[in-house]
């Protein structure tokens, strides 16, 4: 039995880095998307990703564990196995390493096999059914979700929903060719980058941003964990608006709501359950919330609100 096989390695640039030095969590899933192809290529696949084919494997839904920091220069691979595999849907487990061994994050992702005219699912081809068994692994325990559910439905609010709960939206904009696959659907780790670009943005989730010297205090939010559900796919040229909200908030940590929708007909585009924390960068600690933040972020929460 294989289990976990190689499927990605390579270094962090600074282009793909915030401002304090941090790999920005979207290039954890642009990471994982070379992953998830190179593996299935290895299975049987190998022009799914190709101009001018007629079905492909399609991202359907990812949980992310942040565990250890990336930076300029780190060296990183992933190594890839399935944890399940139905008629024309997969499991995937990616684990992202350090050169050291020590895990950088964990990543789980849902796909779909699928007719690219018509976007249905169709059952995997006989050669994949037959390879896929080697590459099948348990769970990982450092992969097991902590703050978020992986059984909850995720059913993309509408715009309505949206405003009727008094979500704030936080951003708006149009998508753009780069941000897209080579299909022209936008690939998911730039649903996680708009949202990471217009972050502060969100003072309601982050009273915290009202500190006059929150980018050059020494304690700043991470995010710990997300999970992310695309519903409809955006294409170039797709005009959308960013709603948020905050679901929850414990003694350390915070469950924020994102909601990726399209302005004009009211759909879900995508949504994403965030748990975030406040670490100190000097003591590499997590630290609480003020008493004060604590108070404001429960004067918000909205208990209705779902991704």
């Known amino acids: 039995m294989t289990g976990f096989t190689e499927t990605w390695r390579g270094d962090v640039v600074i282009a793909e880095c915030d401002e304090l030095g941090h790999l920005n969590m979207r290039y954890y899933l642009a990471k994982a998307q070379q992953a998830r192809q190179m593996f299935f290529i290895g299975l049987g696949l190998p022009d799914a990703f190709s101009n001018g084919v007629p079905s492909t494997v399609r991202f359907r839904e990812c949980h ?24 024309c849907d997969m499991t995937l487990q990616h684990m992202l390493y350090h050169r050291d061994g020590s895990l950088a994050a964990t990543i789980r992702e849902t796909v779909d096999h699928i007719y690219l005219r018509t976007g249905e699912c169709f059952n995997w081809p006989n050669r994949v059914k037959v390879a896929a068994p080697i590459y099948e692994v348990d769970a990982p325990k450092q992969a097991a979700p902590r703050g978020v559910s992986l059984t909850d439905e995720m059913s993309g609010p509408g715009l309505g929903a949206l405003m009727d709960w008094g979500c704030d939206r936080i951003s708006l904009g149009v998508f753009k060719p780069k941000e897209t696959n080579v299909f022209g659907a936008v690939s998911g780790q730039n649903y996680i980058g708009r949202i990471s670009d217009c972050i502060t943005g969100f003072s309601t989730g982050w009273p915290e941003l009202a500190t ?26 797709s005009a959308f608006h960013i709603y948020s909200g905050v ?3 414990t003694d350390k940590i915070r469950q924020l709501i994102h909601n990726i929708v399209d302005p004009v007909s009211g759909k879900s585009y995508a949504s994403l359950i965030a748990v975030n924390g406040l670490i100190d960068l000097d003591a590499r600690k997590f630290v609480a919330p003020s008493k004060a933040a604590v108070e404001a972020l429960e004067s918000v929460m909205i208990s209705s609100l779902h991704a």
């Open 64 to 87: 992310i564990r942040f565990l250890n920091e990336a930076r300029p220069g780190a060296n990183l691979r992933i190594e890839t196995g399935i944890l399940s595999i139905g008629e």
């Open 212 to 237: 006059t010297n929150w980018r050059e205090s020494k304690v700043i939010g991470v995010m710990l964990e997300l999970r992310l559900r695309v519903h409809h796919d955006a294409r170039p040229g």
């Open 247 to 249: 679901k929850g908030t």
